[in-house]
């Protein structure tokens, strides 16, 4: 490039920094403007915050993109803290997920009451995801969504990893001693759980109905079962 052709860029250059300082307009972006980079399964949407654990996108090395599925994860827990943090104008969670940790639902139920935060679903919400969803003020699904409900499973290698880590500290000195304290930490999960599905306003007879469904299958009531048992509810 000559050199006279060099001098009429900066001489325009120079022209639009000082129209942009004359009119009070900053050349830089603003901080509000700059996009917040969020974990595959969040996003936002205006004072929504969208939760989907069951189509995240991962980028190919390729270059194309192809659509995975996930679950509600202990490692979610800090993320969805920090984003509401970060984002106080939020106001309502939007949800699909077809479960996943039971810790990690409770404790970002117990992030959404702190916040007062509404729900909203938008596709399905099954097993630790009702925990989230159940933790809104006001609690709508859109038509065609879903909201399951089934036992609570332990797998076995979970099980068995879980006896290996604690069983020095806990003086369990057989598998028998293991099974006795399974035995009674379920039945104080069972109780919790149900206070809590009261605690936020569901029927205690529908609570009690949504252990009847085995582990592997799905209980998917009806909206107008929803609406009368208070899982979904207009106004807090």
Known sequence: ???RCRFILHLRACRQLALACLLGISLMPHPTE?????PPKFKIDGTTLIYDTDNLVSQQV???QQAETGEISDEDIEPFRDILNANP???????NSGGGSVYAGESIADIVQGHA??????????SACVDIFLAGNRRQMTLGSKIG???RDWAPKAVQS???LWRKDENWATPFEFGTWIYRDTQSEVFRHLKYMMQRGVDPAFAIETLKTKPEDVWY???LRLMAAGVLRETP
């Open 149 to 151: 409900f089934h036992q």
């Open 1 to 3: 490039m000559g050199s």
């Open 221 to 223: 009531p009806t909206r």
């Open 162 to 164: 879980y006896y290996r």
């Open 62 to 64: 390729d270059g194309t």
């Open 89 to 95: 104008a939020i106001t309502r969670l939007q949800l």
């Open 117 to 126: 935060l509404d729900t909203w679903v938008v596709g399905e919400c099954i």
């Open 34 to 38: 700059a996009r917040q980079t969020l």
